[in-house]
């Protein structure tokens, strides 16, 4: 399953009455933790923080009941494949959905949806080695991205993204390229931060960076003289 970085919230405002999109990075959370959403009228329609890119607290404001409505999700939930329905649990109905701007898309035009699929997306549970180069390896290709360093040789610039505990995958959705970058020691910070430019070689695998195991052993050592 290929993740992408960025998701779609719909969700009814609870004082203009409208239906409003909102996209949500989250590279929007590499720095500051925190992104509110406003609605068009002012309205603050939802708030979402996280600490660690892992776990994310999401308050919204719902249009059913007037009363704040708060959920913890976690990566693969908040940026997965599958939407999401913003319940309020007064009328047991959705006030709007987060997920794939496709699905979201459609979700508002059908209204109909099942809260077993809420459960359903909260079974992950997944942990970053080092979560704190893994937030800064991701700044770092933010800002790639932003100069337009960042790509494959094929010409796209859009990658996608997949976290997983140990590293980085990258993604060419118009050919097969995939990058890997390994980010679970600070070593990997050094090597990726030492890099100006960084295109994926069409429908290739290419290894940005080299795994550090060792630092997994030295460790232990550690605690062993401990
Ligand atoms: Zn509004
Ligand atoms: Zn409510
Ligand atoms: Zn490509």
Known sequence: MILTT???????????????????????????????LLCGCGLQHMSVTSGNLQQFNVTYACAYCGETHYLRLNRHT????????????????PVGYIGPRQKV?????????????????????EDFENP???????????????????????GNLQLSFELLPDRIELYCEFCEAVGV????????????????SMYLEENKTLHINNPLRGQHLSKTNEEVKK
């Open 181 to 196: 970058i390994y980010a679970d020691s600070s070593d990997n910070v050094r090597q990726i931060e030492g890099i100006n």
């Open 132 to 154: 704190e180069v893994m937030l800064r390896i991701l700044d770092y290709l933010h800002h790639l991205a932003k100069q337009g360093d960042l790509g494959c040789a094929c």
């Open 6 to 36: 960025n998701t779609t919230i719909a969700i009814q405002c609870s004082q203009c009455g409208k239906l409003e999109f909102h996209a949500l990075s989250l590279f929007a959370f590499s720095r500051r933790g925190r992104k509110n």
């Open 105 to 125: 898309t459609q979700a508002c035009h059908e209204q109909e949806q099942s809260i077993g699929e809420l459960a359903a997306g909260l079974g992950y549970e």
């Open 78 to 93: 908040l940026w997965g494949y599958n939407k999401l329905p913003l319940i309020c649990p007064a009328v047991e109905a």
